[in-house]
């Protein structure tokens, strides 16, 4: 593995995680308040 794979690999990999938790959120939150809506902010 070259110095450049060694850097470039767990930055791809944070990179991808931070896209995947942007998107979970994205979809949690809307849903989540919408619950508190309808069940009367328990």
């Known amino acids: 593995m070259t110095r450049t ?4 690999a ?3 990999e944070l990179a991808i995680g931070v896209v995947v ?3 979970a959120y994205t979809f949690v939150v809307p849903i989540t308040e919408m619950s508190m809506r ?5």
């Open 38 to 42: 309808v069940l009367g902010g328990m």
């Open 21 to 23: 938790f942007v998107l």
């Open 10 to 12: 767990p930055a791809a």
């Open 5 to 8: 794979a060694r850097i470039i």
